[in-house]
């Protein structure tokens, strides 16, 4: 499976706009790419996926860039409730397995 | 809308014991199943996934095993448990058919095994 890197650690502040960036330079043109973020004692949640175009919820913006190389979740307005590890994935479309990795711890601050 | 119920939230076992862990979903039909483990420190394991009542594939060989006797029910057993085997268990579904669907998380069993 290919690889994604993401930072151990962010912080941000309540209500300002969160960048989240993942590389995964060995992405391949099967790839989805996913994002599921844990808060402590919790299991995963569902936030958003994309294969080549920017997607919108109402959770997240994920913005993928062109080569595909890279992609940032954007948190428009982060909330304390937003704080939790954010884990980046790169799914084949004829896979069943998610893969997690160690993801970004988001800190959200007062 | 869909839930999906895992019990019991936390559960301390000795070695060498049994164990069951059991799954539901509601509001969804024929749902895709999985059984993940999280051990400490590190990322969640893919452990079995099912498509159907019976059917089911295992990730990685290991001293535990999965049934579904029916639908929307998905049970992770163990004869004997090993002190390896503890973790942060989770139970997963995602919408039937489609393989790249989202995968919706319960809540979690944390096992302790002393």
């Known amino acids: 499976d290919a690889k994604t890197t993401q930072p151990n650690s962010m912080e941000s502040n309540e209500e300002e706009p969160v960048h989240l960036p993942c590389n995964h330079s060995t992405i391949s043109g099967t790839d989805y790419i996913h994002w599921y973020r844990q808060l402590p004692s919790q299991g995963p949640e569902y936030v958003i996926h994309g294969l080549t175009s920017n997607v919108n919820n109402r959770m997240a913006s994920l913005a993928i860039a062109e080569d595909r190389k890279s992609s940032t979740l954007i948190l428009h307005r982060a909330t304390l409730r937003d704080a939790a590890v954010y884990y980046c994935?790169?799914?084949?479309?004829?896979?069943?397995?998610?893969?997690f990795g160690k993801g970004t711890l988001l800190t959200v601050n007062p | 809308s869909q839930t999906i119920h895992q019990w019991p939230a936390t559960l301390v076992q000795p070695v060498g014991s049994p164990l069951s862990l059991e799954c539901t979903v509601e509001g969804t039909s024929n749902p895709n199943l999985y059984w993940y483990r999280q051990a400490a420190g590190r990322g969640l394991q893919l452990l079995f996934y099912s498509v159907g009542i019976g059917q089911i594939s295992s990730e990685v060989p290991q001293n535990l095993s999965a049934s579904r006797p029916q639908d929307r029910q998905f049970i992770l057993s163990s004869k004997k448990l090993l002190l390896s085997d503890s973790g942060f268990y989770l139970c997963?579904?995602?919408?039937?058919?489609?393989?790249?669907?989202?995968?919706?998380f319960g809540d979690g069993t944390r096992l302790s095994i002393l």
């Open positions: 994935i790169l799914r084949k479309g004829s896979n069943y397995k998610l893969t």
């Open positions: 997963a579904w995602s919408p039937p058919g489609q393989i790249n669907q989202p995968q919706h």
